[in-house]
């Protein structure tokens, strides 16, 4: 099993810039496929971003592509999520999670097994 924590959320300006930092302890964090997803008040989970197991390819809602990287630190046991040119529809709170599933999939919450417990990121305009 995996343990994820996350942290780096809060309170930016719209334009500003934070870091989303997602600690995994438990089973080897090398051998899980990582995603970010966020949920806005009374709105579904959504995607974010997905980093894949063995060769770090990354792959991006259409809403932060260009604005967000995710990334990770095998050696931490760590997933991270820059985040830059924030809007107030960034707004949510931001879950990461860990899937041990082979598959293709990495947009749906139902493909992941493990989550964190939620940072909140507001943005103010």
């Known amino acids: 099993q995996a343990q994820l924590v996350e942290s780096g959320g809060g309170l930016v300006q719209a334009g500003g810039s934070l870091r989303l930092s997602c600690a995994a302890s438990g089973r080897t964090f090398s051998t899980y496929r990582m995603g970010w997803f966020r949920q806005a008040p009374e709105k579904e989970r959504a995607f974010v971003a997905h980093?894949?197991?063995?060769?770090?390819?990354?792959f991006y809602a259409d809403t932060v592509q260009g604005r967000f990287t995710i990334s990770r630190d095998n050696t931490k046991s760590t997933l991270y999520l820059q985040m830059h040119s924030l809007k107030p529809e960034d707004t949510a709170v931001y879950y990461c999670?860990?899937?041990?599933?082979?598959?293709?999939?990495?947009?749906?919450?139902?493909?992941?097994?493990?989550w964190g417990q939620g940072t909140q990121v507001t943005v103010s305009s």
């Open positions: 980093i894949t197991l063995i060769d770090g390819s990354t």
């Open positions: 999670a860990a899937s041990s599933r082979l598959s293709d999939n990495y947009s749906s919450p139902g493909e992941y097994d493990y």
